[in-house]
């Protein structure tokens, strides 16, 4: 059974990691009243917990990044810069969003955890 799950979630790894990035663009330019959920927990949480799958994710699709700190830290630069347009974008395109450092310091927070555990599950992925 772990076997069938981790053959279909390698199969869909790039796709996974598409619709997350699609997710944090749409969550992060669309208006928040738009969107009709009522958020309890503080933004910068959130950025780093949206940080941390997305970088996850990313880390798990991309096969050279299993082997090498060297890989694992482009992805995870990869993420940071664009967590930084991200920014860039909710200031010059949307009148209801600012881009704020803050967020960025909460995205590169989840980006590290993300990092530190993916080194520590992958272990356990691989004896599968």
């Known amino acids: 059974m772990l076997k069938t799950i981790k053959s279909l979630l390698e199969r869909s790894a790039y796709l996974i990691s598409l619709s997350i990035t699609c997710l944090v663009i749409y969550l992060s330019l669309s208006s928040p009243s738009e969107l009709n959920i009522e958020i309890t927990v ?3 949480t ?3 917990i949206a940080y941390l799958v997305l970088t ?3 880390l798990f ?3 050279k990044s299993h082997k090498e700190l060297k890989g694992k830290l482009q992805i995870g630069f990869a993420v ?3 967590g930084i347009i991200i920014e860039v974008l909710q200031s010059s395109l949307t009148i209801y969003r ?4 803050l967020d960025i310091i909460a995205n590169t927070i989840g980006i590290v955890l993300a990092i530190v555990i993916f080194n520590t599950l992958f272990r ?3 004896a599968i």
């Open 42 to 44: 503080s933004d910068k």
């Open 46 to 48: 959130l950025h780093s």
């Open 56 to 58: 996850f994710s990313w």
């Open 61 to 63: 699709a991309i096969k």
């Open 80 to 82: 940071f810069l664009f």
């Open 98 to 101: 600012h881009g704020d450092y």
């Open 124 to 126: 356990f992925y691989k």
